[in-house]
């Protein structure tokens, strides 16, 4: 096993490096790029778009004397080639120095550690709340296959799968956020205005029921896939020939089920397990992030994006790259926990 993690840890570094040279290749080629924008701004223009980030010539520019322009290059750090720019940044990154933000004035990792209570708290919840309820549902759904309890609620999950999150979250706030029904919910923030005054137990209830809305608008249709797949994988092993041996032995459907069927029927769910629980330390949703009036790292993504903010895009990238490629590992070492008759080597001796 030691060789076999050993060598995917040595293909992380080409893969990590291909996604960055070519995202930073793509970011050469964009048009309204921070040059662009600062010159712009400077000339009370809005064209900035009008011209890539990688060309020289700026249609706009007969206001800014060339040597202002080499300035703000300089400035962006522009004024290197390519390759050069590239090769430092990656070199930063080695040691997670991310720069500076263009647009928001402050340390990427900083702006980036601002963020995460509210990514956390949406992806921790829903994490929790997903393995929590589809794994009991899709068990008793696969046991009660065919049943009215199986139609019913494979119709209602699918239609909540079928609904778009943004679309519940504003029928929530019309619902229960004072929109034109109740007012029961907080609709801003994780917090209130004077949490700080709160006592510990009264801080615990609030920051609950600022996430009430959110989190239900946000999980409902994540519900859908963990208990079909729950469901499918136990139903598999139910209609297996050794399942029919256990009970011709005369034993009960709980011994069957939970000491025969489970530890095989729950691998492919588990081991999605360290990669879904990374994750969801950073997860950000755009929508429910704005509809909801959270600023986390979903608006922080989109609003990097459309500013061109080049070092929080590729910051960002790096950091997330690395986390997905440590959980695939996760995942595929987790077969070999959660099953030991799975072995790596036939990888090893190959």
Known sequence: MF?????????MIPTLFGIMLITFTVTQF??????ERMIADLEGTSRAGEVSA???????????DAERVAQIKAMYG???PPLERFLTMMKNYLVFDFGQSYYHHQGVADLVISKLPVSMSLGLWTFIIVYSTCIPLGIKKAVRDGSRFDVITSTVILVGYAIPGFVLAIVFIVLFGGG???????LRGLVSDNWQELSLLSKIVDYLWHMVLPITASTLGSLAVMTMLT???FLEEIRKQYVLTARAKGLSENQVLYHHIFRNAIIPIITGFPGSFITAFFTGSLLIETIFSLDGMGLLAYESILNRDYPVVLGTLYF?????????LLSDLSYVLVDPRITFDSVESS
């Not at 060789?3 to 293909?11: P, T, V």
């Not at 990688?54 to 800014?64: A, C, E, F, K, V």
């Not at 997330?320 to 695939?328: P, Q």
């Open 3 to 11: 060789s076999y993690i050993s060598r995917r840890i040595l293909l």
């Open 320 to 328: 997330f790259t690395i986390l997905g490629l440590i959980s695939r």
């Open 231 to 233: 469901k499918n994988s």
């Open 54 to 64: 990688s060309s020289t010539i700026y249609q706009g520019r007969q206001g800014l």
């Open 78 to 80: 522009f004024d290197k």
């Open 30 to 35: 964009v048009p309204g790029g921070p040059v």
């Open 180 to 186: 034109s029904f109740w007012n029961i919910f907080p």
